[in-house]
């Protein structure tokens, strides 16, 4: 499966072995080697465990593809039958890059409409998620070689407009997320603070929110000092509304108003949001173009290709960890019975199972001390080990909305082609091209880390401008 893999790569000299020990990891052979290793976790963490390396691998293809040897071996491979639409190198690497991804978010797209309306394991079509990964590794390579019989012309379009709309999308998405995240986060704290009283729980809310407001202004006082120079106005502006926005949320947060009509509202969440649009702000100021001399990370040229191929990696990586996470948060995106009831008929919950039962009688005795935690372990039967064995955590419920998964990794998909295709351009002394490296790019995350601000403001104000509505 690794030399089936490998099959994209193959035209290029060099490159195939390396392609194929690469690609292997998401052979077929290799997805089952996670199920087995994966021990008592249950079957849904080793199957996003396997789409995300899938989506991990793709995108580092989809980046290898902007390399100046890739361009020219495509322009060899493709000039003599295929319809030229565009002009120079660049255009080469645009197509490429957009016809793996688009490959990519076809075989999602075909995912999210095969399994809408499952809801354990138990339904005939869970083994489409869960199993068939040969068969799904193949369909997703012939789908890849398909990509490069369509025109270009096709996908010019496609990345010009259509994979940008589900860029923004997929942006939107994850802030949404990240909003919900904190106010998740702070109200689980207050819970186990009030019912248990726990001390444990008080101090990780008070540290947690006191660090990432410190962690916050350690990074502004380092934009100020590396990326603030006199001639950097736009840096500045952007550092400055940045301070400006984590001042106005904190101090709305705690406003009277706001703490009447919602008294879990306060500087946790603020804290969350806080750290992080400084980091995309912080991101934003270190990525951007030098031809202002605002940047000096870009000036360290003896280790410039190792930072660009460090950089392509961490930003590829920390991609594929959040569509994963956002994939699963059925809090924010209307989860399936999320493993507390059998079945769900015409959009209507059934009572529980018997199994279903028996766990919540078996979960009660172990936390009244009556039984040993082993009890839970041997709570199987005959029935059950049939769809899946004791590491199906799914037979009550999915863990997760399994067609809203793969809707948010076509939306990522998208995300990942507008990144690498935003004002292509190769590194002036080496043979790979940055990731993100435009004030396209920068723009972009600054102008998120304002919308998040916006977000999470809302979810403040909101109850108080409508109190009917959020009673």
Same mark, same amino acid.
């Not at 080793?46 to 040897?69: E, G, K």
């Not at 998740?184 to 186990?192: D, I, M, V």
């Not at 399936?336 to 009831?341: A, I, K, L, Q, T």
């Given at each position: 499966?690794?030399?089936?893999?490998?099959?994209?790569?193959?035209?290029?000299?060099?490159?195939?072995?390396?392609?194929?020990?690469?690609?292997?990891?998401?052979?077929?052979?290799?997805?089952?080697?996670?199920?087995?290793?994966?021990?008592?976790?249950?079957?849904?963490?080793?199957?996003?465990?396997?789409?995300?390396?899938?989506?991990?691998?793709?995108?580092?293809?989809?980046?290898?593809?902007?390399?100046?040897?890739?361009?020219?071996?495509?322009?060899?491979?493709?000039?003599?039958?295929?319809?030229?639409?565009?002009?120079?190198?660049?255009?080469?690497?645009?197509?490429?890059?957009?016809?793996?991804?688009?490959?990519?978010?076809?075989?999602?797209?075909?995912?999210?409409?095969?399994?809408?309306?499952?809801?354990?394991?138990?339904?005939?079509?869970?083994?489409?998620?869960?199993?068939?990964?040969?068969?799904?590794?193949?369909?997703?390579?012939?789908?890849?070689i398909f990509t490069f019989l369509i025109p270009e012309g096709f996908f010019i379009v496609w990345g010009n407009y259509f994979a940008?709309?589900?860029?923004?999308?997929?942006?939107?998405?994850?802030?949404?997320?990240?909003?919900?995240?904190?106010?998740?986060?702070?109200?689980?704290?207050?819970?186990?603070?009030?019912?248990?009283?726990?001390?444990?729980?008080?101090?990780?809310?008070?540290?947690?929110?006191?660090?990432?407001?410190?962690?916050?202004?350690?990074?502004?006082i380092v934009m100020y000092i590396f990326f603030g120079g006199s001639d950097c106005s736009t840096n500045l502006v952007w550092i400055?509304?940045?301070?400006?926005?984590?001042?106005?949320?904190?101090?709305?947060?705690?406003?009277?108003?706001?703490?009447?009509?919602?008294?879990?509202?306060?500087?946790?969440?603020?804290?969350?949001?806080?750290?992080?649009?400084?980091?995309?702000?912080?991101?934003?100021?270190?990525?951007?173009?030098?031809?202002?001399?605002?940047?000096?990370?870009?000036?360290?040229?003896? !280790?410039? *290709? $190792? =930072?660009? #191929?460090?950089?392509?990696?961490?930003?590829?990586?920390?991609?594929? /960890? %959040?569509? +994963?996470?956002?994939?699963?948060?059925?809090?924010?995106?209307?989860?399936?019975?999320?493993?507390?009831?059998?079945?769900?008929?015409?959009?209507?919950?059934?009572?529980?199972?018997?199994?279903?039962?028996?766990?919540?009688?078996?979960?009660?005795?172990?936390?009244?001390?009556?039984?040993?935690?082993?009890?839970?372990?041997?709570?199987?039967?005959?029935?059950?080990?049939?769809?899946?064995?004791?590491?199906?955590?799914?037979?009550?419920?999915?863990?997760?909305?399994?067609?809203?998964?793969?809707?948010?990794?076509?939306?990522?998909?998208?995300?990942?082609?507008?990144?690498?295709?935003?004002?292509?351009?190769?590194?002036?002394?080496?043979?790979?091209?940055?990731?993100?490296? !435009?004030? *396209? $790019? =920068?723009? #972009?995350?600054?102008?998120?880390?304002?919308?998040?601000?916006?977000? /999470? %403001?809302? +979810?403040?104000?909101?109850?108080?401008?409508?109190?009917?509505?959020?009673?």
């Amino acid at each position: 499966m690794g030399g089936l893999l490998s099959l994209p790569l193959l035209a290029f000299p060099g490159v195939g072995s390396i392609g194929g020990c690469l690609m292997s990891c998401c052979g077929a052979y290799a997805c089952s080697a996670i199920f087995s290793a994966c021990g008592k976790c249950g079957n849904s963490i080793a199957t996003r465990i396997v789409y995300a390396l899938i989506f991990l691998v793709n995108s580092i293809i989809s980046w290898v593809m902007l390399t100046p040897w890739a361009i020219k071996k495509l322009e060899h491979l493709t000039l003599d039958y295929l319809p030229i639409s565009c002009f120079g190198e660049q255009c080469y690497g645009f197509v490429a890059v957009h016809r793996i991804n688009f490959a990519l978010g076809v075989f999602h797209l075909i995912m999210a409409l095969l399994l809408i309306g499952v809801t354990d394991s138990r339904h005939p079509r869970a083994a489409i998620q869960n199993g068939y990964w040969g068969i799904k590794i193949f369909a997703w390579i012939g789908l890849v070689i398909f990509t490069f019989l369509i025109p270009e012309g096709f996908f010019i379009v496609w990345g010009n407009y259509f994979a940008t709309i589900g860029a923004f999308l997929f942006l939107l998405l994850g802030l949404i997320l990240l909003v919900d995240l904190a106010h998740s986060w702070a109200e689980t704290c207050l819970e186990k603070i009030e019912f248990n009283d726990s001390p444990v729980w008080r101090f990780i809310l008070i540290g947690s929110t006191l660090g990432m407001y410190i962690g916050s202004i350690v990074m502004t006082i380092v934009m100020y000092i590396f990326f603030g120079g006199s001639d950097c106005s736009t840096n500045l502006v952007w550092i400055t509304l940045n301070i400006i926005m984590v001042i106005i949320v904190s101090c709305v947060s705690v406003h009277p108003t706001v703490q009447y009509f919602n008294s879990q509202a306060g500087l946790a969440q603020s804290a969350m949001v806080a750290i992080y649009c400084t980091y995309l702000t912080m991101s934003a100021v270190s990525m951007e173009p030098d031809d202002k001399h605002c940047n000096p990370l870009l000036r360290a040229r003896g !280790t410039r *290709t $190792a =930072s660009i #191929v460090m950089g392509a990696l961490i930003t590829i990586l920390t991609i594929a /960890y %959040t569509t +994963t996470r956002a994939a699963t948060q059925g809090v924010a995106l209307g989860s399936s019975n999320g493993g507390e009831y059998s079945h769900i008929v015409d959009g209507e919950q059934l009572q529980p199972s018997r199994k279903a039962i028996r766990t919540a009688a078996l979960r009660q005795a172990v936390d009244s001390g009556s039984l040993p935690a082993s009890a839970l372990d041997d709570d199987s039967d005959d029935e059950d080990d049939s769809y899946g064995g004791r590491n199906d955590d799914e037979k009550m419920g999915t863990q997760y909305p399994y067609t809203w998964f793969h809707v948010i990794f076509l939306l990522a998909t998208s995300w990942v082609a507008t990144l690498l295709t935003m004002q292509v351009e190769t590194d002036l002394d080496g043979d790979f091209a940055p990731i993100g490296r !435009t004030y *396209t $790019a =920068s723009w #972009v995350k600054v102008v998120s880390a304002w919308v998040c601000y916006t977000l /999470y %403001t809302w +979810t403040l104000v909101a109850p108080a401008l409508f109190p009917d509505r959020f009673s």
